[in-house]
């Protein structure tokens, strides 16, 4: 299957400042991305990239088979910019149905498209109005006119309350179903775990780690932490079966690699009685984040 | 052709909720109606119909405030979208740059079109009404008309250009009060100083006609004095104005929208959002 968008070796530099060295992607129908990565990394840029509003210095572009800000690119792709804005002037009825109009659709679809972001109440008001979820989601709204081919979506869930945020991304995984490639940027880990089928992570415009959340794990090959709760008066025995653990207050703190797991996991069970409590900590997402994403001087 | 007829929809209806068609037509009509009331007192002591009496003034007073309405109705057209961050979002859907344009020409046109016409509309009411005669009046009434309405669209490309080229509102504005300055008031002080010390030089003789045509306010008013000679006594510029043929003004008030226009777009398309 040929890809709705693929990057090769993209370079873009902001007079000496390096926005983006040598990223490479590739992106499938029906596939949702995420794009993750510090304050600075490149995400934005590489988005505005694509959609070709901003040139870039080298590498090599296809945006639904076009080069990026053709009028056949334009045609398929849809933008939900970082910061969505409108005249205030309009009203949220008015803006889709414009929107609608130079995508050459029936402005009478407007009033449908407001409602699957649930804004149909305020439809009627003046965008000037709108609290800055609302004003998000006329952006949303405006992303699902027509069949785009490709949807890039700036942070589209910052200023959405929690089960709004829910509603998107279940109405991206309807788009997804129809065959519609999603690359979208957040910052939040939570919800891009398992709303995405991969993950991108830009650091310093690097692309520095690719794959699924499972994948990623493999490759920050980070320490599994076990706490282990001795029982009253067995911390010398268990302090002497377990040297390495570090002791703090009643419980001892132990790491070991994945593949080290359950030969740790056997000498504490060999401990038996004297053993009150223990728990298993994998590495968290923000630390297998953290491995990759790292800000030059952190 | 949606695309450009929906953004002219969206930005008259902007423009009607900012105030901007009332506006514009509030000061026309205004000062028509002053104009009209002030024109009452010459008449007779010239020997024209009172409409072309009136239509003189008119277009002594149109060339300030057309340009100065199509400067503001447009200094802000790109660099408004520029600052409230609308522009991107825009630049990814199919429409083109010059096809967003003359969508918002088309809308401000529009505006100024009726602004003229209305305001215009009541002088030739008031002057009909006390004087028969000024029916001879209408034809000068109808060019000064349509040759507003290109002056207007002269000064919406130059406000879209200027918009462009600022990026900043406030930029665009302080651009826009200048040019207006430069072209409708400073221009001609400047002409008539080397008129005065050049004294029937070659100056006078050749490059101050070419001078008059290349600006547009002036080819506008030259146009419309010289086509109704009966009205060119109550005219501040004229004697070497009147070498000039009326095919030249008409050239010259003709080209400029579509200079202007393009300019605007060359503009436009220097702005990365
Ligand atoms: N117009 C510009 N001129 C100069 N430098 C720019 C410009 N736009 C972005 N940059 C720089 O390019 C780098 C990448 O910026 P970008 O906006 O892509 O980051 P981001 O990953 O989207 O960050 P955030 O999470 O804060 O949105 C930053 O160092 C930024 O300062
Ligand atoms: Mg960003």
Request: aromatic share 6%; with cysteine; proline share 4%.
């Amino acid at each position: 299957m040929t890809p709705t968008l693929s990057l090769q070796c993209l370079t873009k530099t902001y007079g000496a400042q390096r926005a983006l060295s040598e990223v490479s992607v590739t992106v499938a129908p029906g596939e949702r991305v995420a794009l993750l990565g510090h304050n600075g990394a490149g995400k934005s840029t590489m988005m505005k990239i694509i959609l070709g509003l901003i040139p870039f210095d080298s590498g090599d572009l296809q945006v639904a088979g076009a080069a990026p800000g053709t009028a056949e690119a334009r045609r398929h792709v849809a933008y939900l910019p970082e910061n969505a804005a409108f005249h205030p002037a309009l009203t949220g009825l008015e803006q889709i149905r414009h929107y609608l109009s130079l995508r050459g659709e029936s402005p009478s679809l407007a009033m449908d498209l407001l409602q699957r972001v649930g804004l149909g109440q305020a439809a009627t008001r003046r965008i000037g109005t709108y609290s800055k979820g609302m004003r998000q989601r006329v952006g949303l709204a405006q992303t699902l006119i027509g069949k785009p081919r490709l949807l890039v979506l700036d942070e589209p869930t910052s200023g959405l309350d929690p089960v709004s945020r829910r509603d998107f991304y279940e109405l991206l995984d309807g788009l997804a179903a129809d065959g519609a490639s999603i690359l979208l940027s957040s910052h939040a880990l939570t919800e891009v775990e398992a709303r995405t089928d991969r993950i991108l992570i830009l650091s310093g415009g690097h692309l520095v780690a690719e794959g699924s959340l499972a994948d990623l794990r493999r490759m920050a090959a980070l320490p599994i932490t076990f706490h282990v709760s001795p029982r009253q008066g067995a911390m010398a025995e268990v302090v002497l079966a377990l040297p390495e653990a570090i002791a703090s207050g009643g419980t001892l703190t132990l790491s070991c690699q994945q593949d080290q797991k359950l030969r740790l996991l056997a000498r504490i069970s060999d401990l038996g009685e004297r053993i009150a409590d223990i728990d298993v900590q994998p590495p968290t997402l923000e630390d297998i984040y953290g491995r990759f994403s790292k800000r030059a001087g952190q | 052709m949606t695309r450009i007829t929906a953004t002219a929809e969206t930005e008259f209806r902007i423009a009607l909720r900012n105030r901007w068609v009332a506006m514009s037509i509030a000061m026309m009509a205004l000062f028509a109606l002053v104009l009209s009331a002030a024109g009452s007192s010459a008449v007779g002591t010239i020997g024209a119909d009172r409409l072309s009496v009136v239509v003189a003034s008119l277009t002594s007073l149109a060339v300030y405030l057309v340009p100065l309405v199509a400067l503001l109705m447009s200094f802000d057209a790109i660099a408004g979208e520029v600052e409230r961050g609308t522009l991107p979002l825009l630049l990814t859907y199919p429409a083109s740059r010059p096809e967003l344009l003359l969508g918002k020409l088309l809308a401000h046109l529009a505006i100024l079109t009726l602004a003229v016409a209305i305001g215009y509309g009541i002088a030739a009411v008031a002057a009909l009404a006390v004087d028969a005669d000024a029916v001879a009046g209408l034809s000068s009434l109808w060019r000064l008309m349509w040759s507003s309405v290109l002056l207007g669209a002269t000064f919406l490309g130059i406000g879209y250009a200027i918009s462009a080229l600022a990026r900043r509102s406030s930029g665009a504005a302080g651009l826009a009060i200048g040019l207006w300055l430069g072209l409708i008031v400073l221009y001609d002080l400047g002409l008539l100083a080397a008129i005065i010390a050049d004294n029937g030089g070659y100056f006078t003789t050749k490059v101050f006609p070419a001078a008059l045509l290349a600006n547009p306010a002036d080819a506008f008013r030259l146009y419309n004095l010289a086509a109704s000679q009966a009205t060119s006594a109550a005219a501040g510029v004229s004697g070497a104005a009147n070498t000039i043929p009326v095919w030249a003004s008409l050239t010259s008030i003709l080209l400029w929208p579509i200079a202007a226009f393009a300019i605007a777009i060359a503009a436009f398309r220097k702005v990365t959002p």
